[in-house]
């Protein structure tokens, strides 16, 4: 039941393809093989805006087309985006030009932590929720064979969070809930 819920859900957002979408004030470009906003995606970027503050050092992991980073940019200056996706790091890229942010944010490619140095103030992770192996680099955003991206990110993510560090982490209602209250209290979050 799950795969095939699962299988609907990915071709539903393959056929996106490349659009544009305005999302809480900012305008998109989504690339074919990025994550774009969702219905429910206003509730994690109203909490970045609540949470990201002047002065504010902002790690948006998983960036996709850049969203929350750009959020995270209208009061901090000082913003990065990773995804492992390059197409997604092009559309960040584009989409901070394109929303006059250019100059506080800027994404890289990478493998969670790997590309950058140093710690945040905020961290930002909306991470793949299902447990399922990917079929595509489109399905990676919700997809993370045996939560191996989630688990890695949770051992590391307190090691690069400021003294005073928030972590933002929005999690699907089809993922495990579980496991990630083990995951958080195995690191003290």
């Known amino acids: 039941m799950l795969w095939e819920w699962h299988r609907r859900a990915a071709a539903g957002l393959a056929e ?17 093989d990025v994550f774009p906003p969702t219905p429910t995606s206003d509730l994690l970027g109203s909490a970045v805006l609540d949470e990201a503050g002047p002065g504010d050092r902002v790690l948006d992991m998983g960036t996709g087309g850049g969203s929350n980073a750009l959020l995270a940019a209208r009061t901090a200056s000082d913003v990065i985006g990773v995804d492992i996706n390059p197409a997604a790091v092009a559309a960040a890229t584009a ?55 989630l688990t890695r990110f949770m051992a590391e993510v307190g090691d690069r969070l400021s003294d005073d560090g928030r972590l933002l982490l929005f999690f699907g209602t089809t993922g495990d809930i579980d496991y990630l209250h083990q995951l958080l209290d195995d690191a003290g979050l």
């Open 16 to 32: 996106l393809g490349r659009h544009t979408t305005n999302y809480l004030g900012l305008y998109l470009v989504i690339l074919e």
């Open 95 to 149: 989409n901070a030009v394109r929303n006059g942010l250019a100059d506080r944010a800027r994404s890289v490619v990478g493998d969670l932590f790997e590309p950058v140095d140093g710690r945040f103030d905020l961290i930002i992770y909306d991470p793949p929720f299902r447990w399922l192996r990917p079929r595509s680099t489109l399905e990676q955003a919700v997809a993370d064979e045996g939560y191996r991206s």
